[in-house]
């Protein structure tokens, strides 16, 4: 039967995602010379390679 992830569990993975997707922020603009404030505006998606392979994000 499932069973919820406990609650530090869940606060480290949030932890790795945020962290993942700063440098994520970061990169892109710097390689764009944007601010980090404008890209997270854009409120894009980040999309793992098999659902790209899969075309499940068009």
Do not use: C
């Amino acid at each position: 039967s499932f069973q919820p992830l406990p609650n530090d569990v869940k606060e480290r993975f949030q932890q790795e995602v945020d962290s993942l997707y700063a440098l994520f922020v970061d990169t892109v603009a710097r390689n764009r010379q944007l601010t980090t404030d404008t890209i997270r505006k854009t409120e894009a998606a980040i999309y793992g390679f098999v659902a790209v392979l899969n075309h499940q994000v068009f």
